[in-house]
């Protein structure tokens, strides 16, 4: 049986081309680990790959749901778990391959135990002012208040919560991770990271290449199946500023530069996670480096 390989970075660092070439070589299938890949219809803002390379490689979890379907991390495992047993009776190699790090994270080492989403509380918290749930995180949990993503509301909303629900601190929930039923494999664990000014021209010419692609009347299209009452694919870079776009609040090339504002912004925040949250590999990619060359290199 051979054990699975993981691929993680930020976005644009160029993970889904190494992956790519190395499941080509090994005899592998991707199993993705994007929150937005999920998706069906979120194609060109997720840099999902073409019908060409998922006819040439086997995908898994890449367009399992409807706008209208919520998707978290507890199926992601299960899922996750399904396709890797899948690929391993074929004596494939599983071969991880996103920058979800949460995903990563909750399949090695399962999840911790935080209530369910109470509807009518959650229905409260989103009406609430984002300000005001800022305001009270920092007050009953400092900790997790300086170590939250501050521009992603949903997972504000959540944190509070946890903490109303539970009355304990949603810092210290996140730390009770389960280990049963996780995966005893830290190895063959790989992440990969570009210097800050590599790192922006990439992301600058995808966003360039996305709103070339259409990204505009993709949006536009997935506003009538939905786009706007999912509160997880909203949190996507890209979309979100085009339906402001849309709806009149900006121009277009001023929401171009603000989609690679707040991707390089992201970026960011995907490595920070990573470095406090796991333990891989670490490989350091320049701009003159082959992906055929990264993919020789950690072929196992």
Not at 248 to 274: C, D, H, M, N, Y
């Amino acid at each position: 049986m051979k054990p699975p390989i993981f691929i993680a970075g930020p976005t644009a660092v160029g993970k889904s081309e190494i992956a790519l070439l190395l499941a080509e070589k090994i005899g592998g299938e991707i199993i993705s680990a994007d929150s937005m890949q999920v998706y069906r219809g979120l194609d060109i803002g997720t840099a999902k790959p073409s019908a060409a390379e998922r006819k040439g490689i086997s995908h898994h979890l890449i367009d399992i749901c409807d706008l209208t379907e919520n998707f978290d991390a507890a199926q992601f495992i299960r899922l996750a778990q399904k396709a890797v047993e899948e690929i391993q009776s074929r004596n494939k190699t599983p071969v991880f391959c996103g920058g979800t790090g949460l995903y990563f994270k909750a399949f090695l080492s399962g999840l911790g135990e935080a209530p369910a989403t109470n509807p009518e509380l959650r229905a409260e918290l989103e009406a609430a002012s984002f300000e005001s749930l800022l305001r009270e995180l920092k007050e009953r949990d400092a900790e997790a208040y300086e170590k939250i993503d501050k521009q992603n509301p949903r997972r504000v909303i959540r944190a509070v919560e946890v903490i109303r629900l539970t009355g304990k601190k949603f810092s210290e929930q996140r730390a009770e991770w389960k280990e049963q039923g996780a995966l005893p494999i830290k190895t063959n664990f790989y992440c990969f990271t570009r210097q800050a000014a590599d790192s922006h021209a990439r992301i600058n010419a995808r966003v360039d290449a996305m709103f070339a692609r259409g990204l505009v009347d993709e949006t536009r299209g997935l506003l009538t199946h939905g786009l706007e009452q999912n509160k997880t694919a909203m949190q996507a870079i890209g979309y979100r500023q085009v339906v402001e776009h849309l709806r009149g609040e900006r121009p277009l090339a001023e929401t171009i530069e603000l989609v690679k504002s707040r991707t390089r912004q992201f970026a960011k925040r995907q490595l920070t996670w990573f470095r406090r949250q796991l333990d891989p590999e670490w490989i350091g990619l320049k701009p003159e480096d082959s992906p055929q060359e990264i993919a020789r290199k950690i072929q196992v």
